[in-house]
C-alpha cells in the first residue's frame, strides 16, 4: 500500500483526559498530527487542556454528563473539523457505540471495529468465543436477571468455591467481589451489579473460579485490516490491589520461552476468532512457571492498557503511533521475526491513596511535585504543582517508567526514581511502591495477585493495616528518620526567618543578650493516615552545633506537645519516643518560588514561620550509635502551614506546623463513625434506636467509582445518623452516632 492510498489523519480528537490524554497528545503531536482535547468542568485548568492545540468543554463535573456522553464528544470532532478520534483508555475506548458513531459521522476510529469491540465487551459471550479457538478458560455461570436464592446457591457450587463475582462489561476491578462461602454470595451479586452499573451503566455480572495466588499475565497484540497480527510478548501485571494493577513489568520473570511462544500463539488465535485489528491485550491468569506452567484465559481488552509503556520500552515501539497508522489503513510492515525482547522494564502507577488505610483514594492539591532527574525514567502525568484531585475520577497521578538491561536494575532504578521525586500536598502510594520493589520477594521474581497481603501486610488478609511484612519497616515510619525530617524542617525554618528578619549581619543566628528559653517549632508528621509527635526545641550552640530535642510532648504551654518541663513525661511509661540530638549543619540553600510571596490558604501568618514558601536543601549530620554521625542531604518545601521533607535513602515526610490555639470549628463526637473520603452516600441501612452489631454494614459510599462500607465498631445502639442517599459528604463529615453496649 502507498501513502496516498492511506486515509490521512491531519487532526486528533482524544477522547480521554488526564495522563491518558497527554500521551496520546505526545505522539500525535511528534506525527505532525493536531490534536484536539474535550473536557469536563472540573478539568478546565488541568494539563492535558492546554497540551491539546484545540480544547472544548463538554459541560457537566461527572464522568457520565462529560467523557461518557457520546453525543457531546461527535459534536466536538465535528466543531472542530477533526478528522479521526482516539478514545485513549478507559471510559467510552470499549464501547461498540462509540465507535460504531465515530465511523457513521465520518470520522476515522482509532481502534479495532465496533464488531470486535462488542464481542469482546461481553465477558460471557467472549468466553464462549474462546472456547471454540481452543483458548483454556476457567469454569463460569451467568447470573441472571431476577434469579432466585436457591438458583445462585446452585450456580455457586457449580462454579465452587473461592469465586469471584464479575461484571461483564468493564474493567479496572469494578464490579468484582470474592467469594469464599455460600452464606455471602448474594450480598456480593448485588454489590458488584450496584458497581457495574455505575461504573459501565450495566449490571450483569456472572461467577467464576478463583483462583487465589496465579500470575496476571497479558500478551500485547497487534493487528491490521490487511488480515497481519503479531503479538508482542507479554507483560506481567500481578501486582494488585482491589483486583487494580499497581506494578508491571515486561517480560515476565516466570515466562520461559516456550511458554511465551504457547500463550503468544494463544492469544494470536484468540484475536483472529474476531477479525481484529489495532492494538489490543489478551489477558491471562498463570500457574506455576516453566515450560509446563498452566494459563487461562481472562478476557480481551479491545484498546491500549494503562501499562502499554513497558511493552514499548522492550520493543522499541511506539504502541499509539500504531495504532494510528493501523487506523489510516497501513499495514504493520514487520513480521512476528522481526520483533525481539531487548531488556527490562517495570512501571509503577502513582496514585492519590492510603496503602495504611485499604488504599483508601485520597484528595487534595499536589503543593509539590517534582519527578526525579536521575535515575533517568519515563514520567507518563496528568499533574502539575496546583492539580486538584478531586472524586469525580480515578486518583492516579503518574505512571513512572524504568527501563534497564537487567531486572534488578530496572526495579531498584524505579525503586530510586520514585524515592527522588519531590511530591506533597495529597497522600499517596509512593513509599509502598518502592518497597515493594525493593523487597526480596519481588526481585526474586516471587510475584503472583496475593503479593500485597501477603508480603506487603505480611498476611494481614481482610485487614489490609500495616502490623507486619514490609509496610511495619518503611523507612518513614521509623522514628529516627521523622525525627531526622523534623531537624531539617527545623533548620530551614530559622535560616528562613534569619533570611527575612530585620538584624544586625553579624550577629550568629541565635543570639540574645539574656538567658531565653529554647527556640520551637510545633509539628507533628504525616505518615500516610498516621500522626506522630514530631515537634522541635532547639538551640544553636557556641561551635556551630544546634542543641535539639524532637518528638516530645509537653504537658502545658502554648505549643501543647513542646516545653521546657519534661521531667513528668519522661518518667511515664507511656511517654511518646523523642531524641536528644546535638546536630551539626554542612549547609542550607534556599530557592523561593515563583509566585511564593502569594499568602497560602493556610498559612499561619500568627506564628513565625518563613515569610514565603520555599524550597531548600539541608545538608545535616544526627549523630547514631555507634557512629561519629550521619550525614545526608535532605529536600525540604514549604508551602502554607505544611513542610515536605524528602530523605536521601527513600522515603518522605508530611510535617504540618500547628497553631498554638485550638480549632473552634472542630467537632469530636464520641461513637461517631465519620466519612473516610470525600464521596457519595448510595444506602442508608439504619436509623434511629436500631440496634446494630459490630461488622455491620450501616452505610454504603460511593467515591471514585468504588463503593466503600461503613460498618459498625461494636454492638451497640444507633442514637443519630446524619447521612441520607445522594448526600456528598466531605471527609471526616459525620454519618452515624453509636452509643456502646448491649
Not at 514499548?312 to 487506523?327: K, P
Not at 561551635?543 to 518528638?551: E, F, L, N, P, V
Not at 504540618?656 to 490555639?661: G, L
Request: aromatic fraction near 6%; proline fraction near 6%.
Amino acid at each position: 500500500m502507498t501513502d496516498s492510498e492511506l486515509r490521512p489523519i491531519r487532526r486528533l480528537l482524544v477522547a480521554n483526559r488526564g495522563e491518558i490524554a497527554r500521551r496520546v497528545f505526545r505522539t500525535a503531536q511528534s506525527m505532525g498530527i493536531s490534536t484536539v482535547a474535550v473536557y469536563a468542568d472540573g478539568d478546565a485548568e488541568a494539563p492535558f487542556v492546554t497540551d491539546a492545540d484545540l480544547s472544548v468543554p463538554l459541560g457537566g463535573r461527572t464522568a457520565t454528563d462529560s467523557y461518557l456522553s457520546i453525543d457531546k464528544v461527535i459534536a466536538a470532532a465535528e466543531s472542530t473539523a477533526a478528522d479521526a478520534v482516539h478514545p485513549g483508555y478507559g471510559f467510552l475506548s470499549e464501547n461498540a457505540d462509540f465507535a460504531q458513531a465515530v465511523i457513521d459521522a465520518g470520522l476515522i476510529w482509532v481502534g479495532p471495529s465496533p464488531a470486535a469491540i462488542a464481542a469482546m465487551g461481553d465477558k460471557l459471550a467472549a468466553k464462549e468465543s474462546m472456547i471454540a479457538a481452543g483458548v483454556p478458560t476457567l469454569p463460569s455461570v451467568p447470573v441472571a436477571e431476577g434469579m432466585s436464592g436457591d438458583d445462585l446457591a446452585a450456580a455457586g457450587a457449580e462454579v465452587g468455591y473461592p469465586l469471584l463475582v464479575k461484571a461483564s462489561a468493564g474493567g479496572g476491578g469494578k464490579g468484582m467481589r470474592i467469594v469464599d462461602s455460600a452464606d455471602t454470595l448474594a450480598d456480593a451479586v448485588a454489590a458488584a451489579r450496584r458497581e457495574a452499573a455505575g461504573a459501565f451503566g450495566d449490571d450483569t455480572v456472572f461467577l467464576e473460579r478463583y483462583l487465589p495466588a496465579p500470575r496476571h499475565v497479558e500478551i500485547q497484540v497487534l493487528g491490521d485490516a490487511h488480515g497481519n497480527l503479531v503479538h508482542c510478548f507479554e507483560r506481567e501485571c500481578s501486582i494488585q490491589r482491589r483486583h487494580q494493577k499497581v506494578i508491571e513489568e515486561a517480560p515476565s520473570p516466570a515466562v520461559t520461552t516456550a511458554l511465551r511462544d504457547r500463550m503468544g500463539a494463544a492469544a494470536v488465535a484468540a484475536v483472529r476468532t474476531i477479525g481484529y485489528h489495532s492494538a489490543g491485550t489478551v489477558e491471562f491468569l498463570l500457574e506455576g512457571s516453566g515450560d509446563d506452567a498452566e494459563f487461562w484465559f481472562l478476557e480481551v481488552n479491545t484498546r491500549l492498557q494503562v501499562e502499554h509503556p513497558v511493552t514499548e520500552e522492550i520493543t522499541g515501539l511506539d504502541l499509539v503511533r500504531e495504532q494510528i497508522r493501523i487506523a489510516a489503513g497501513a499495514p504493520l510492515g514487520y513480521s512476528q521475526g522481526d520483533l525481539t525482547i531487548r531488556g527490562h522494564a517495570v512501571e509503577a502507577r502513582l496514585y492519590a491513596e492510603d496503602p495504611a488505610s485499604g488504599f483508601l483514594p485520597a484528595t487534595g492539591t499536589v503543593e509539590l511535585w517534582a519527578p526525579a532527574r536521575e535515575p533517568q525514567a519515563r514520567f507518563d502525568s496528568g499533574i502539575e504543582m496546583g492539580s486538584v484531585v478531586g472524586t469525580e475520577f480515578d486518583p492516579m497521578l503518574a505512571k513512572v517508567i524504568l527501563a534497564a538491561p537487567t531486572r534488578a536494575e530496572a526495579a531498584l532504578g524505579l525503586a530510586s526514581a520514585l524515592d527522588r521525586t519531590r511530591l506533597g500536598g495529597v497522600v499517596t502510594n509512593r513509599d509502598f511502591l518502592s518497597a515493594v520493589l525493593r523487597s526480596d520477594e519481588f526481585l526474586a521474581g516471587d510475584t503472583t495477585t496475593d503479593f500485597i497481603d501477603r508480603v506487603y501486610f505480611g498476611n494481614a488478609g481482610e485487614d489490609p493495616r500495616p502490623g507486619g511484612g514490609l509496610a511495619a519497616s518503611e523507612p518513614a515510619r521509623h522514628p529516627m528518620f521523622v525525627h531526622t525530617a523534623a531537624a531539617a524542617v527545623a533548620l530551614v525554618s530559622q535560616e528562613c526567618n534569619r533570611r527575612d528578619a530585620i538584624r544586625l549581619e553579624f550577629m550568629a543566628s541565635g543570639y540574645r543578650n539574656s538567658v531565653m528559653p529554647d527556640e520551637v517549632l510545633p509539628l507533628t508528621a504525616s505518615v500516610g493516615s498516621e500522626v506522630i509527635e514530631a515537634g522541635v526545641q532547639y538551640r544553636r550552640q557556641r561551635d556551630g552545633t544546634w542543641r535539639m530535642r524532637i518528638g516530645l510532648l509537653p504537658q502545658t504551654g502554648p505549643y501543647a506537645g513542646i516545653g521546657d518541663d519534661t521531667s513528668e513525661a519522661e518518667g511515664s511509661p507511656d511517654a511518646p519516643a523523642h531524641s536528644d540530638w546535638s546536630v551539626r549543619v554542612h549547609g542550607i540553600t534556599l530557592r523561593p518560588i515563583a509566585d511564593a510571596d502569594a499568602a497560602s490558604p493556610d498559612a499561619m501568618s500568627a506564628d513565625r514561620v518563613c515569610t514565603s514558601d520555599v524550597d531548600a536543601t539541608v545538608d545535616v549530620e544526627v549523630p547514631v550509635p555507634g557512629l561519629a554521625g550521619l550525614r545526608g542531604t535532605w529536600a525540604v518545601s514549604r508551602r502554607g502551614s505544611r513542610w515536605y521533607a524528602t530523605g536521601p535513602v527513600g522515603g518522605s515526610v508530611t510535617l504540618v506546623q500547628r497553631s498554638r490555639f485550638p480549632d473552634p470549628d472542630a467537632e469530636a463526637v464520641e461513637g461517631g463513625l465519620v466519612a473516610p473520603m470525600p464521596g457519595k452516600v448510595l444506602m442508608v441501612d439504619v436509623q434511629p434506636g436500631d440496634r446494630v452489631a459490630a461488622g455491620q454494614v450501616l452505610v454504603v459510599m460511593e467515591a471514585m467509582k468504588m463503593e466503600h462500607q461503613i460498618t459498625a465498631p461494636a454492638d451497640g445502639e444507633v442514637s443519630e445518623v446524619r447521612a441520607h442517599v445522594g448526600d456528598q459528604v466531605d471527609n471526616g463529615e459525620l454519618l452515624v452516632v453509636i452509643t456502646a453496649g448491649s
